[in-house]
């Protein structure tokens, strides 16, 4: 007999401030085992952002250069110069310890990550109710600049298109409801053999 210590892989993509943040902060308090991929990244961290916690901020140089020595199992460059990343360590260690491994990452890169982990992961979109309340959302949350949002609007026009290709989508109009959704889509997907 043998036996898999390796944990499964749980993806979530959504254009940003379809509260893809808050879902998953919600479902690593609820399910026990669930560790989060800490990505890469070359922009500046935003308001109490931590290195190490939210994402390792590195330089573009320094980002460049893991590229170079294949450290990334995927990487983007979400927006013109700010480049993200999964790092293949930071997934490996947390497989090996028995954890489940929670990605948020950009529409791109969760399909690049199911395709590579195909039945042992699950790919959830998180959508927002509408384009305009997406705008109303970014400008609440106060943390970019009117330029920076425009860019992510744009972005998410495009990003929506492509929420048919993963596995679950879940609308987030009412964040208790979509966090008790996506939890119970995830207690199903950990339960299967
Ligand atoms: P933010 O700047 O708002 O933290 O993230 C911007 C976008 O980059 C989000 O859609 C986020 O999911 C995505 N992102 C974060 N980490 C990664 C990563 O490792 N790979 C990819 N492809 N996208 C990422």
């Given at each position: 007999m043998t036996v898999d210590l390796k944990g499964k892989v749980i993806i979530f993509s959504a254009p940003?401030?379809?509260?893809k943040t808050t879902i998953i902060r919600r479902l690593l308090e609820a399910i026990p085992g669930l560790r989060f991929s800490v990505s890469a990244t070359s922009r500046a961290p935003r308001g109490a952002e931590m290195h190490g916690q939210d994402y390792y901020f590195l330089s573009p140089d320094e980002f460049r250069k893991k590229v170079a020595n294949g450290e990334f199992l995927e990487w983007e460059e979400?927006?013109?110069d700010k480049l993200y990343g999964t790092l293949k360590q930071e997934v490996e260690n947390i497989r090996l310890s028995g954890n489940h491994v929670v990605f948020d990452v950009d529409v791109a890169g969760g399909l690049n990550i199911k395709r590579h982990f195909g039945n042992e992961a699950i790919a959830v979109f998180i959508m927002p109710p509408s384009i305009e309340e997406l705008q109303k959302r970014l400008e609440a949350r106060a943390t970019d600049t009117p330029d920076v949002i425009a860019q992510r609007i744009a972005k998410a026009k495009y990003e929506?298109?492509?929420?048919?290709?993963?596995d679950k989508v879940i609308i987030n109009d009412n964040i208790e409801e979509a966090v008790q959704t996506t939890t119970a889509i995830i207690e199903h997907f950990l339960a299967k053999q």
């Open positions: 940003s401030g379809a509260g979400v927006y013109t929506l298109s492509f929420a048919p290709n993963f």
